[in-house]
């Protein structure tokens, strides 16, 4: 089994097809996007080359591959109005394991340590992050390598008939 981290340049039809086929799983959804009611919750949403293309303009997207099978994504952006702590310099992170495969095989960890490896060699001082209060997994994940909690954000995503919050946390580099 080989991990391998390959920076995202330029988007493909079938790069395209992985991330809508993740930001559409109804068993992800609930993890990688807020939703404010069961209506956006189970709303789909179509992901193109030009939507990828697009973002690139904004995040560093990393792509996550298990040998050879593409299994997740990894992005930061810079200074994002929506940093909990308002700190220049900041890089906000998110990763999705989109693939079964890639699941419970360390590929989360690696994904964490290469973005803030990545942010690092930027010259960024810090890294932060939210997490859904009921993904405990990747909550132990992220202590696991070094994030501290900074704060919450109250009611911020709906899931399983009630609004949970959003804890922000927070590495230095």
Do not use: C
């Not at 068993?27 to 789909?44: D, F, M, T, V, Y």
């Not at 702590?85 to 994904?111: D, F, N, P, S």
């Not at 995503?157 to 919050?165: A, F, V």
């Amino acid at each position: 089994m080989t991990i391998y981290i390959e920076k995202l340049v330029k988007p493909t039809q079938a790069i395209a097809e992985s991330f809508n086929r993740w930001e559409n799983d109804p068993a992800l959804i609930p993890l990688i996007r807020p939703s404010q009611s069961i209506e956006e919750l189970n709303r789909r949403q179509e992901v193109t080359v030009e939507e990828l293309t697009k973002r690139l303009e904004n995040h560093k997207y990393f792509l996550i591959y298990l040998d050879d099978l593409l299994v997740g994504e990894m992005n930061y952006m810079v200074d994002p109005g929506h940093l909990f702590k308002k700190e220049e310099g900041t890089a906000w992170m998110g990763i999705t394991i989109g693939e079964a495969e890639g699941r419970g095989k360390g590929v989360g960890y690696l994904a964490v340590e290469h973005l803030a490896n990545q942010a690092r060699n930027e010259g960024l001082k810090r890294v932060e992050l939210g997490v859904f209060e009921f993904n405990e997994q990747a909550f132990r994940l992220y202590e696991k390598s070094g994030f501290k909690k900074i704060g919450v954000v109250r009611d911020f995503t709906y899931w399983q008939g009630r609004m949970w919050n959003d804890i922000r946390m927070e590495k230095y580099l």
